[in-house]
């Protein structure tokens, strides 16, 4: 790969010229460019576009809550992302609550150095579709409407069956609609453009520059190039379409042979300034670019092979995000997974080892610690039943968790128990099975108490759970099952009233050893009030939602992970009640009836 090029829109030199070294990513080291849309001031800027909650989340098997959606959000602002696509808000109701809940607050919360996230909801050309987005995301300080329509001939023959002269006014009209509800910061991408014809992606690019579009998103849908060929179309693109000096021009390249962060690279190698991505690369089919990857090439590389290129994200974020995503989403990451696998920086040969303690730059080509993750060992704190509250803040913080108040107590709490029956002492993954048991189920509205569970090969399996409900009031159930588990979610389930359907169920051995952590995450589907989304895709699926437990006995792990589960579900209905009453109350006050009275 050659230098970069000069970015889109961008004024002033192109190249490396005053960047920084790999240390100037993120970390307030370097000056973030301003936002505006469609333009970049400084050359080598890259913005990073995050889309784990749309493209994401349409990983088959990953379903997301808005709570969770919204933790996200604020873990990837805190990073530093430059656009968070908050999801397809046509999709269904609960995606539409999500996005506007995310544009209200994360879309105006500012952090240290003065940034807010531009806030992005997806759409198809559709009308519809498009005054949804607007709607979920225009309370964003920043706001961003992307819609998307297929030029290739495939997909224009066999899937829109539409002539290209109807693609491109059905484009042309999208950005004109957008711009006429008030929009001004408009991201147009030609699906499946990694195999449309060059020459038909000018025409429809230029047209859609001339409608008002600021960004242009040049998807590899199919994730059919390969780096060079990537690389080149970006430049072609950037060299032949009118208009394109300015605007920025993006990539969103999917994994199916694997090459997404080199199509990515290649492409800002080929001039584009936002690179597309998620984090643990998640995404439709094989995935997407991964977050991770492309911003810790760049930063290690940028300077030296990619022509200066730099992010604005802050790397020490990485890990915990990492987490929290593979958590939330049930996406396990692979423990060859590069940067954020579990054995990123595990060094097992004799050779490696060696070298390794003679210098780690032998073996690492980044510490750790730049990506967020403290060694156990380095830190020089064994934690155990004698360590108290300020040693397990100190290791939480470190680990990228700080906590405080009473999300500090219930995990300190759950740590002393723990610690009473761990003999080798709490290590980081103990720690954070608490911390991951705690999180997404703030705002718990069942909570677990006792379970005593009898099972084996004589007699029913037979569980007896004691629970709290909202009015504090203990309740005990027994019930029978075909199994522990079985037994024990049905008891939950005759206190709580509101049975769902077990759609998945994993037990993971946190630790080693016979008195390990098992923490379990269970998925969950209705049986009433189900309700069903749309991918952008257009794949249909029901709404599911995920808890996790974690516990020396796996039936308890397991009777807290379908507790959280459930705790969700009552949580999103809530918040779908709450969205419908107000809907209600507009529709009213529009139709001119006056509101009750308040007493
Ligand atoms: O893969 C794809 O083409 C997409 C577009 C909607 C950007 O996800």
Same mark, same amino acid.
């Given at each position: 790969?050659?230098?970069?090029?000069?970015?889109?829109?961008?004024?002033?030199?192109?190249?490396?010229?005053?960047?920084?070294?790999?240390?100037?990513?993120?970390?307030?080291?370097?000056?973030?460019?301003?936002?505006?849309?469609?333009?970049?001031?400084?050359?080598?800027?890259?913005?990073?576009?995050?889309?784990?909650?749309?493209?994401?989340?349409?990983?088959?098997?990953?379903?997301?809550?808005?709570?969770?959606?919204?933790?996200?959000?604020?873990?990837?602002?805190?990073?530093?992302?430059?656009?968070?696509?908050?999801?397809?808000?046509?999709?269904?109701?609960?995606?539409?609550?999500?996005?506007?809940?995310?544009?209200?607050?994360?879309?105006?919360?500012?952090?240290?150095?003065?940034?807010?996230?531009?806030?992005?909801?997806?759409?198809?050309?559709?009308?519809?579709?498009?005054?949804?987005?607007?709607?979920?995301?225009?309370?964003?300080?920043?706001?961003?409407?992307?819609?998307?329509?297929?030029?290739?001939?495939?997909?224009?023959?066999?899937?829109?069956?539409?002539?290209?002269?109807?693609? @491109?006014?059905? /484009?042309?009209?999208?950005?004109?609609? #957008?711009? =006429?509800? !008030?929009?001004?910061?408009?991201?147009? +991408?030609? $699906?499946?453009?990694?195999?449309?014809?060059?020459?038909?992606?000018?025409?429809?690019?230029?047209?859609?520059?001339?409608?008002?579009?600021?960004?242009?998103?040049?998807?590899?849908?199919?994730?059919?190039?390969?780096?060079?060929?990537?690389?080149?179309?970006?430049?072609?693109?950037?060299?032949?379409?009118?208009?394109?000096?300015?605007?920025?021009?993006?990539?969103?390249?999917?994994?199916?042979?694997?090459?997404?962060?080199?199509?990515?690279?290649?492409?800002? @190698?080929?001039? /584009?300034?936002?690179?597309?991505?998620? #984090?643990? =690369?998640? !995404?439709?089919?094989?995935?997407?670019? +991964?977050? $991770?990857?492309?911003?810790?090439?760049?930063?290690?590389?940028?300077?030296?092979?990619?022509?200066?290129?730099?992010?604005?994200?802050?790397?020490?974020?990485?890990a915990p995000t990492s987490r929290m995503v593979s958590e939330?989403?049930?996406?396990?990451v692979?423990?060859?997974?590069?940067?954020v696998?579990?054995?990123?920086?595990?060094?097992?040969?004799?050779?490696?080892?060696?070298?390794?303690?003679?210098?780690?730059?032998?073996?690492?080509?980044?510490?750790?610690?730049?990506?967020?993750?403290?060694?156990?060992?380095?830190?020089?704190?064994?934690? !155990?039943?004698?360590?108290?509250?300020?040693?397990?803040?100190?290791?939480?913080?470190?680990m990228g968790y700080?906590?405080?108040?009473?999300?500090?107590?219930?995990?300190?709490?759950?740590?002393?128990?723990?610690?009473?029956?761990?003999?080798?002492?709490?290590?980081?993954?103990?720690?954070e099975?608490?911390v991951t048991?705690?999180?997404?189920?703030?705002?718990?509205?069942?909570?677990?108490?006792?379970?005593?569970?009898?099972?084996?090969?004589?007699?029913?399996?037979?569980?007896?759970?004691?629970?709290?409900?909202?009015?504090?009031?203990?309740?005990?159930?027994?019930?029978?099952?075909?199994?522990?588990?079985?037994?024990?979610?049905?008891?939950?389930?005759?206190?709580?009233?509101?049975?769902?359907?077990?759609?998945?169920?994993?037990?993971?051995?946190?630790?080693?050893?016979?008195?390990?952590?098992?923490?379990?995450?269970?998925?969950?589907?209705?049986?009433?009030?189900?309700?069903?989304?749309?991918?952008?895709?257009?794949?249909?699926?029901?709404?599911?939602?995920?808890?996790?437990?974690?516990?020396?006995?796996?039936?308890?792990?397991?009777?807290?992970?379908?507790?959280?589960?459930?705790?969700?579900?009552?949580?999103?209905?809530?918040?779908?009640?709450?969205?419908?009453?107000?809907?209600?109350?507009?529709?009213?006050?529009?139709?001119?009836?006056?509101?009750?009275?308040?007493?």
């Amino acid at each position: 790969w050659g230098p970069g090029r000069a970015a889109a829109g961008a004024t002033g030199a192109a190249g490396a010229a005053g960047a920084a070294g790999a240390g100037g990513v993120g970390g307030g080291q370097r000056r973030r460019p301003e936002y505006v849309p469609g333009q970049i001031s400084d050359p080598g800027y890259v913005r990073i576009f995050d889309t784990t909650l749309r493209d994401g989340e349409q990983s088959p098997g990953a379903t997301l809550t808005s709570q969770e959606k919204l933790a996200i959000a604020r873990q990837l602002a805190k990073m530093g992302v430059d656009i968070i696509e908050a999801g397809f808000p046509i999709a269904s109701r609960d995606d539409f609550a999500a996005v506007s809940q995310i544009a209200r607050l994360v879309g105006n919360e500012t952090d240290e150095h003065g940034w807010t996230p531009v806030i992005c909801g997806l759409s198809r050309t559709k009308f519809d579709d498009i005054d949804r987005a607007w709607e979920a995301v225009k309370e964003a300080r920043n706001p961003r409407v992307h819609t998307f329509i297929a030029t290739s001939e495939i997909h224009m023959q066999q899937k829109l069956r539409m002539t290209p002269d109807e693609v @491109v006014a059905s /484009a042309v009209k999208a950005v004109e609609h #957008i711009r =006429g509800l !008030g929009c001004s910061d408009i991201e147009f +991408s030609p $699906e499946d453009a990694g195999r449309s014809d060059p020459v038909f992606l000018y025409r429809i690019l230029a047209e859609v520059i001339k409608a008002g579009a600021t960004t242009l998103n040049i998807p590899d849908t199919t994730g059919w190039n390969m780096p060079s060929e990537f690389g080149a179309l970006i430049a072609k693109i950037r060299d032949n379409t009118p208009g394109a000096d300015g605007v920025v021009i993006s990539t969103h390249c999917q994994n199916d042979l694997g090459l997404s962060t080199a199509n990515s690279l290649a492409g800002a @190698v080929g001039g /584009a300034r936002q690179l597309e991505c998620t #984090i643990n =690369g998640i !995404g439709e089919r094989a995935g997407n670019a +991964s977050l $991770e990857e492309i911003v810790m090439a760049i930063k290690l590389r940028g300077e030296d092979q990619l022509g200066g290129l730099w992010t604005g994200i802050e790397t020490t974020h990485i890990a915990p995000t990492s987490r929290m995503v593979s958590e939330f989403s049930g996406m396990v990451v692979q423990p060859h997974k590069a940067i954020v696998g579990a054995n990123a920086f595990a060094h097992e040969s004799g050779i490696h080892q060696d070298g390794m303690l003679k210098s780690k730059d032998t073996y690492e080509i980044m510490s750790p610690e730049t990506i967020g993750l403290v060694r156990q060992d380095d830190a020089g704190i064994v934690l !155990g039943k004698h360590s108290g509250r300020h040693a397990v803040r100190t290791r939480l913080e470190e680990m990228g968790y700080p906590l405080e108040g009473t999300a500090l107590d219930s995990i300190f709490e759950r740590f002393k128990d723990l610690a009473d029956k761990k003999k080798g002492g709490v290590v980081d993954s103990d720690l954070e099975a608490l911390v991951t048991e705690g999180r997404g189920n703030e705002g718990a509205v069942w909570e677990v108490l006792d379970a005593q569970i009898v099972c084996g090969t004589m007699g029913l399996p037979t569980a007896t759970v004691k629970m709290r409900g909202p009015d504090m009031v203990p309740r005990v159930a027994s019930a029978v099952g075909t199994g522990p588990v079985d037994a024990a979610t049905k008891a939950v389930d005759s206190i709580v009233g509101l049975p769902a359907e077990l759609t998945d169920y994993r037990v993971n051995g946190v630790t080693e050893g016979i008195d390990a952590l098992a923490q379990t995450r269970i998925v969950i589907a209705p049986l009433q009030d189900s309700e069903a989304t749309m991918t952008s895709q257009g794949r249909r699926r029901l709404q599911e939602y995920s808890g996790v437990g974690s516990h020396s006995d796996i039936v308890v792990s397991s009777t807290r992970a379908y507790v959280s589960a459930l705790n969700k579900l009552i949580n999103a209905l809530k918040l779908r009640q709450e969205a419908e009453r107000s809907a209600a109350a507009e529709e009213e006050e529009a139709a001119g009836v006056p509101a009750p009275a308040a007493n």
